[in-house]
């Protein structure tokens, strides 16, 4: 039986679907893909299985990676840590337009998202298994869309032109202030930066909701090369959200 709390996340999933199908993108995006249109199976498995009534711990990326969550339709969804640790693997179809040198395989990719495996790899060594993670915490991003330019390079929503920057939060800030409305956090945890100042807009100085980051797992970033692991366990535990 799916929970009251995953069937609202996922009817307020469908209505951001929708509505950020409708967007137009100037320069520098040239390529949009939105995997909550062709891997919905995966979103709507990954939500119905593991959404909480309620979590303590909401942690929140960015947008889907190229490797990740692109490819399996769940967040930072590195193809073998939803196949094998969350036990999901459902038919992922093609969006409508598709770069040449982005081609969406589904679970049949061969790359590996590195940000996914670094953070559902910790995880999986902290808890064990899903339920043990799942019973207090859920992770989601901020933004469902994956952003190219012409060479099929990534573009991250923090370099879209501001006024399309504008359209995209105003849709994507109604999906996050609804999503915590219905999970209820007590701690709001940024995966990077720019999903932090997500929240912060979103909550407003007078929430009482703990607000804080660990550091992006991206291997882009020399510091997240550096035991990504240790240091974001140790943010963790300075911002409260893990105690032991």
């Known amino acids: 039986m799916m929970s009251d709390s995953a069937k609202r996340l996922l009817r307020i999933a469908d ?95 061969k790359k590996s998202e590195v940000s996914g495996k670094r953070l559902w790899g910790l995880f999986a060594l902290r808890f064990g298994n899903p339920s043990g993670f799942f019973r207090e915490h859920f992770v989601i991003n901020y933004c469902p869309l994956v952003f190219m330019d012409e060479s099929a390079r990534n573009v991250t929503p923090d370099k879209l032109q501001r006024e399309d920057a504008s ?38 100085a007078n929430s009482k909701i703990t607000v804080s980051k660990i550091l992006h797992p991206s291997p882009a970033s020399p510091a997240a090369n550096r035991n990504w692991a240790g240091t974001a366990t140790e943010q963790l535990k300075i911002a409260g959200v893990w105690t032991d």
Request: contains cysteine; aromatic residues 12%.
């Open 15 to 109: 209505e951001l679907r929708k509505g950020v199908s409708k967007l137009k993108f100037r320069t520098p995006v040239a390529w949009v893909y939105n995997p909550l249109d062709y891997a919905w199976l995966s979103y709507q498995s990954y939500v119905s299985r593991y959404a909480p009534a309620s979590c303590r711990v909401l942690f929140l990326g960015m947008n889907p990676g190229p490797f990740g969550m692109a490819q399996t339709g769940v967040p930072f969804g590195e193809i073998a840590a939803v196949r094998d640790w969350l036990e999901i693997e459902e038919k992922v179809a093609k969006p409508p337009k598709e770069h040449p040198k982005r081609p969406i395989e589904g679970f049949a990719c």
């Open 167 to 204: 359209a995209l939060h105003a849709l994507c800030d109604r999906h996050l202030v609804q999503t915590i409305e219905v999970l209820k956090p007590q701690y709001a945890v940024g995966v990077g930066a720019f999903a932090e100042s997500c929240f912060q807009r979103t909550l407003g």
